[in-house]
């Protein structure tokens, strides 16, 4: 155990005799690179935690066929088996099982307010092209389908 203390002691007073008179302390992000480094690291850290109350699962807009009627709920799917299909709702996050033979369709769409708005890449922008996103939002996907809407799948 001495031999180890004794070495590191020496190194640091050998590393301590060039600097005479200065600290050996250094800045952590004294270089470019380490600045860089420190920059990316926080903004994937800002993204991740921006998102965490969302999940990272499509929207989709689900009709069922129920006992009581066809019925519209709007959500991400958990998981789809050979008898439940589980759906986690927008507005609410409650939880829906719905059985798997009942669903008629699944759309995906675009959840206004909760997901960031379709952009035109940036090829389109220099080249001044037009562009239509081909996100659907949720609202105009709803109001296409005649059938009521589950209570709390679709945020205001």
């Known amino acids: ?4 203390v004794a070495a590191g002691t020496c190194l640091l007073e050998r590393r301590g005799e060039p600097h005479a008179g200065k600290t050996l302390g250094r800045w952590p992000f004294s270089s470019l690179r380490n600045t860089l480094a420190a920059y990316f690291v926080a903004a994937a850290l800002w993204v991740v ?4 109350p969302n999940l990272w699962l499509p929207v989709e807009v689900i ?3 129920t006992q009581t009627g066809r019925q519209v709920v709007v959500g991400h799917v958990l998981s789809v088996d050979g008898e439940w299909t589980s759906i986690i709702r927008a507005q609410d996050k409650g939880i829906s ?3 798997t033979k009942g669903v008629e369709s699944r759309q995906l769409c675009h959840l206004t307010g ?3 708005g379709g952009r035109r890449p940036i090829l389109w ?3 001044r ?3 239509d996103s081909p996100n659907t939002s949720c609202s105009n996907v709803v109001n296409s ?3 009521p809407v589950l209570p709390g799948s679709l945020p205001r």
């Open 129 to 131: 092209r037009p562009y």
């Open 125 to 127: 922008v220099i080249l």
């Open 49 to 52: 935690l921006a998102t965490l």
């Open 1 to 4: 155990m001495a031999q180890p």
């Open 63 to 65: 009709t069922t066929q």
């Open 145 to 147: 389908i005649p059938d």
């Open 97 to 99: 099982r719905i059985p």
């Open 114 to 116: 909760v997901q960031p």
